[in-house]
């Protein structure tokens, strides 16, 4: 991640690109293939991947050799499959349909939409069959795969209540439109519960799985990154983003900057960095990377 003030970051997104291009492996050769390495290999921030490492505890500096008996390493492929699937589909054009994703083409405009969606599918399924393969114990692996499974039933919930119409924002199809608590559900499914899931499988294999702290971080760290992406939709470029800017606008979707305001989004944005910042001071392992990846979030330019 570009600007992130503590070099653990880069260090472990580094450990993790080494490993990811391997997991292709499942997907036999040809065109399923080559569109799925089109958007899995890609670049991006790694967030995910990152923060399951990071909750993991696990030493980004081992050697190549060790990649493969790293079970946090599967771990987070498998929340990177997973998150990549929510994009593809995400890009169609039955839903936001976009035309760049991390400054490339997305798959639906280089592959078609029947590849993108089978794509899509590939990327989901392949998500659980790497956190079913990771070398642990059974109960880590059942539990990885409940984490997993779980948070993509709460995406796709979250991207549903994105989708509906606006009168059916604040909870009930009688409201007059959006409010402040049915944004905040929505992004708690769409982008919050990969968010803190990928903390929670982190955590179950450093066996700190319980600590009631990874939720909660997770939830406010997942409503700090969407609320500074809706500010960036507002003020961002192209070039900057590596995506369309002013989506919702265009699409006539609310979130919390239409609803409120620039200057009441980004007074929410700091009480979210304050609460967030309380929360890290609870969690077991390296509070202050934590600490140091709510003030990046909060602060990012793209």
């Known amino acids: 991640m570009t600007g992130f003030p503590d070099p653990t970051y880069a260090a472990l997104a580094a450990r993790f690109e080494r490993f990811l291009p391997a997991t292709l492996e499942r997907i036999p050769p040809g065109l399923l293939r080559e569109a799925v390495a089109h958007v899995l290999l890609g670049g991006g921030k790694r967030f995910r991947p990152v923060l399951c490492l990071a909750a993991a505890g696990i ?10 008996r790293e079970p946090a390493l599967f771990a987070a492929a498998a929340l990177e499959w997973m998150h990549t699937y929510s994009l593809v589909h995400d890009d169609l054009p039955a839903l936001d349909d976009d035309d760049w994703r991390r400054g490339r083409p997305t798959l639906h405009k280089k592959y078609g939409e029947a590849t993108a969606i089978l794509a899509g599918d590939a990327l989901h399924a392949g998500a659980l069959v790497l956190a079913a393969g990771a070398p642990c114990g059974s109960e880590q692996r059942a539990g990885l795969c409940a984490l997993l499974a779980g948070a993509s039933l709460a995406m796709v919930q979250g991207q549903m209540l994105d989708t509906i119409p606006l009168a059916m924002k604040g909870g009930t199809a009688g409201d007059a ?16 519960a990969m968010i803190a899931t990928s903390l929670r499988m982190g955590a179950v294999l450093a066996g700190t799985g319980n600590h009631p702290g990874w939720p909660a971080f997770g939830r406010l760290l997942g409503r700090c990154f969407q609320l500074r992406d809706d500010l960036l939709d507002v003020t961002g470029s192209l070039p ?4 369309t800017p002013g989506k919702d606008a265009r699409q006539d979707k609310s979130n919390l900057v239409s609803l409120t305001g620039v200057g009441d989004a980004t007074a929410m944005l700091d009480q979210l960095r304050s609460q967030a910042y309380l929360v890290t001071d609870t969690l077991p392992g390296d509070r202050a990377f934590f600490r140091a990846l709510v003030a990046y979030v909060v602060d990012r330019t793209a």
């Open 240 to 243: 900057e983003l590596g995506k």
């Open 59 to 68: 030493d980004p500096g081992a050697p190549p050799e060790d990649d493969g």
């Open 177 to 192: 439109g959006p409010s402040v608590e049915g944004i905040l559900e929505m992004i708690d499914g769409k982008t919050g």
